[in-house]
């Protein structure tokens, strides 16, 4: 049996805050995530959070595709920033972690998706910028954090032609939204492929890259019910599949 495509999905530590095991830490992930993989047939394979550096090379050989998922604000000392009024918790040891993985990841040629703090990320580690908090954007800004069920789409974007992200979606679609920051300055290697209707960047791919894709909004949460969500994790295992079956 042809092995299937390991698909690692970055995590973050969550502390019980009550209960026998209070301050206790846990490595994990949302389950939507392993949920949206294991349907587009990928292996979901959670890499465990840890600031070894060698252990985290060590762990970015072990697959074949790459999720950046969401999670903390990035540091603002990661684009020359200092902390803005509005900036939320921040996890400076993810940042230096996911930025490993991204960078090992790239050095083998995987393919690889950022979703919302993982687009961020992705910006930041190639130069770019980002908006402390949405407040800070001149001018009308839309509601960015819903405060409706993670399924429910609540806003339109506009989506550039001959990009991934169109091949799916088409010219227009509704996401859902659960982001304080934005994107500011994208990095020169990056084309913005997808905004909101108020400027906000949604969606990023490498100018050159065979699939470095990255999404503001949350495709995992709506891939249980929602064809296209679900279709961007298919595309991305299909890429994986690709250069396994390549090499």
Do not use: T, W
């Given at each position: 049996m042809e092995r299937k495509p390991i698909i690692g999905i970055s995590s973050s530590i969550i502390v019980d805050d009550s209960g026998s095991f209070a301050g206790y830490k846990r490595a994990y992930v949302n389950k939507d995530y392993v949920d949206a993989v294991v349907r587009?047939?990928?292996?979901?394979?959670i890499i465990p959070f840890t600031t070894n550096k060698e252990v985290i090379i060590n762990q970015a050989q072990l697959i074949d595709g790459l999720i950046l998922s969401g999670g903390h604000d990035v540091s603002p000392y990661n684009y020359g920033q200092e902390p803005s009024q509005k900036l939320g918790e921040t996890f400076p040891e993810r940042d230096t972690y996911e930025m490993i993985l991204l960078e090992e990841s790239k050095k083998r040629n995987i393919p690889i998706l950022g979703i919302c703090r993982g687009s961020q990320l992705i910006n930041v580690a190639a130069g770019g910028t980002l908006y402390q908090d949405l407040s800070l954007i001149p001018g009308n800004v839309l509601k960015h954090f819903q405060g409706s069920k993670p399924t429910l789409k609540t806003h339109m974007i506009k989506i550039e032609e001959n990009s991934v992200i169109a091949s799916i979606f088409g010219k227009e679609t509704m996401v859902?939204?659960?982001?304080?920051?934005?994107?500011?300055?994208?990095?020169?290697?990056?084309?913005?492929?997808?905004?909101?209707?108020?400027?906000?960047?949604e969606a990023i791919e490498h100018k050159t890259y065979k699939f470095l894709v990255a999404v503001q909004w949350h495709p995992e949460m709506m891939a249980v019910n929602d064809k296209a969500a679900q279709k961007l994790f298919e595309k991305f295992v299909a890429e994986v599949n690709l250069r396994k079956n390549n090499l």
């Open positions: 587009a047939g990928g292996v979901p394979l859902n939204s659960f982001h304080h920051q934005a994107l500011d300055k994208v990095a020169d290697e990056f084309r913005v492929v997808a905004r909101a209707s108020d400027g906000v960047v």
